[in-house]
Every structure is written in C-alpha cells, then in structure tokens.
C-alpha cells in the first residue's frame, strides 16, 4: 500500500537526530529517491526563508507539532527561486583561475628549484602569493627573498598580527626540510 507523499507538506514537525539536536519546521519537501526530508525553518516576523535538509536515516524522532492548515501555501505556491547574476559568478571565478594561473605560470624559468618548492608549498597554504622578480611575495606584506631560508623571510609592512608571519616562515621551514629530505632521493 502507497502512502500519498504529497499530504505531508506543510506540516509543522519537530525533528530529534540522532545527537539529539532538535530541528523545528515546515516540511517543505520529501525526496524518497535519496531518503532526505527538507524543512523550512524561518522565523516569526522574518521574511526570509532559510532551509535544512535532513538525510532520513539520522532522524531519531519526528513530532508533529501542528498539522497543515487549510490554505497549505506550500503546494500551491512554491518559492521562487532568487535571480542568480551569472555574469557576476562567471567574473568571480575568472578572477580566481587568473589568480591561480598568474602565481604558478610566473615561476621563472631561472628560478632555482628549492624556490619553486617553497614557492608550491606556500601557495597550497596561502591563497595570496606571487613572484616579484626572485622573491617571493605573501600576503602583499611578507616577502621570502633568495636563497629563500627562513632567515630571508621579511616583512614588508610591521602589522599587528605577527600569526601570518610566523606562519610562513614555519611553512618555509618545512619547505626546506621537504627539500633536504628529497635532496638524497634523486633520480628514478
């Protein structure tokens, strides 16, 4: 025997997972194919409307609170999705893959290796790092000069926050100690 799914939309439920977190809402959508419930979670008084998807499988308990009213606006009017600025999302994420582009095609040539090494090895951590010439720039305000050590790591702008400082000059030094590691293993 099938159960009409479609009934249950508008529902108020409160829903216990299996932590014991407590979720209270509308039921917006049931999805069999994937076992999931989604539930509309907004508040008194505030228009916005947030969402939570719920996998069924983590449900510990579900109570309903209160049963659908008679005008169940939830079936017969569906929200409208929000308009979506694809030439600003296409803008971003140009910029992004320039971005990446510009700092790992501008390792030069004549860039000694353990450069390129430290250079990859900052650049997985940090988003913003780029070449200036041979040095390195982080941060636009830490510069790792050649021969790239950790005593070459300057700088550039005395700022409060010394963490990010310390942070690349512990990534340079794991930086060398990858280099002195792979240093012995050369070849095939």
Known sequence: MGIDLQYILGFRVKVT?????????K???FNSSNGTIIL????????VCSFKMIKCSFIKRLDVIDEQSKNNTLRKQPLKPSYVNIDKI???LRDIIEGQNKSTIKSESQTPEEGKTVFDILAKTIPDVEWQGRDIVVLKHIKVMYPYKIENVVQLKQSDNSNSFQL?????????????????????
């Open 40 to 47: 509309q979670t907004a508040k008194k008084g505030n228009f």
């Open 168 to 188: 690349v000059k512990k990534i340079v030094e794991r930086g060398w100690s990858q280099i002195e590691e792979d240093g012995g293993r050369k070849g095939g």
């Open 27 to 29: 039921i917006y959508s």
């Open 90 to 92: 296409q803008n971003l």
């Open 17 to 25: 997972n299996l932590i014991d977190g407590v979720t209270e809402g």
